[in-house]
């Protein structure tokens, strides 16, 4: 019988979720989480929270993420070409 060593000192990394790359590349659309979280009728913090993976991202607004997304540059809250 094989014994498994537990390995300690590593850090246990957050999950690359389909839905957290979304979150990240919403943030860069509009500009700021602060802007997104406008955006997603959320508050900065609930933000964060989700973008840590410290609480699920709900449906609704992984949605509106998509949305955001999806429209790019042409979203009504894209941050302004420098």
């Known amino acids: 019988m094989r014994r498994m060593l537990a ?8 999950a690359d979720t389909p839905m957290l ?8 659309v ?3 989480p602060e802007a997104l ?4 009728e959320a508050s900065p913090e609930m933000i964060s929270a989700w ?4 609480q699920a991202l709900p449906n609704d607004a992984y949605m ?19």
């Open 7 to 14: 390995v300690s000192g590593k850090e246990e990394r957050k």
């Open 21 to 28: 790359r979304t979150l990240r590349r919403a943030v860069e």
């Open 30 to 32: 509009v500009g700021s």
């Open 37 to 40: 979280a406008e955006a997603l």
């Open 51 to 54: 973008l840590l993976g410290q």
């Open 64 to 82: 509106r993420a998509l949305d955001v997304v999806s429209q790019g540059p042409h979203h009504k809250l894209a941050r302004k070409p420098k």
